[in-house]
Every structure is written in C-alpha cells, then in structure tokens.
C-alpha cells in the first residue's frame, strides 16, 4: 500500500531533528512498519524506531451555512533515525549572515 508522508516542520519539529527526530502526517491507516520501509526507501536512512500518535479531526464552524463540520482524522509519526543518521531534503539550510 502506497501513502503520501506530509512531514511537519514546525518550530520544536525543526529542533528535534537535531537529535534525529523526523515528524510526519500520515493517513490514519498507515502502520509503523509501512512508514519505517517508506522512510529507509524514499530517503536512504536507516530507522531506528517510530513512535506514533491518532489525532482526531478538529470541529469546525462553517459561520455562513451555520454548520459544524469536523475535519479529518490523521496519525502523527516520529521517526527516530540511527546515530549520525540525517535526511539532507528535510534539514532547513542555515541562512549566511
């Protein structure tokens, strides 16, 4: 089964990948097992082991049709790379001063 991996690169995302820690967003019927193998492969880095988080669809209020809606539901991965372990495509570059 084939899954897009929307990586999140928010303020303390972007800090943990310091310690080689990646965050994505996957469907909610994506498996560790399955994210470990599309990590090593699309990015040629060895996992040392995923943890993952189930996050409910926020409720949401459509003001002009007076409808509440929710949004979808999604699962959060942490991918935590070996030692020395980095994915060049997702580091930010640092800016020269």
């Not at 995302?13 to 990590?39: I, S």
């Not at 409720?59 to 809606?69: A, I």
Request: proline fraction near 3%; glycine fraction near 4%.
């Amino acid at each position: 089964m084939r899954f897009l991996l929307e990586p999140i690169l928010s303020e303390k995302a972007v800090q943990d990948q310091e310690r080689g820690v990646y965050c994505f967003w996957a469907p909610v019927t994506a498996t560790k097992n399955q994210v470990r193998e599309l990590v090593e492969e699309l990015f040629g880095v060895k996992v040392a082991k995923v943890n993952s988080m189930f996050r409910w669809g926020k409720v949401k209020m459509n003001w002009r049709q007076r409808r509440s809606h929710r949004r979808p539901k999604r699962k959060k991965f942490l991918v935590f790379l070996k030692e020395g372990e980095k994915i060049k495509e997702l580091s930010l570059k640092e800016t020269k001063k």
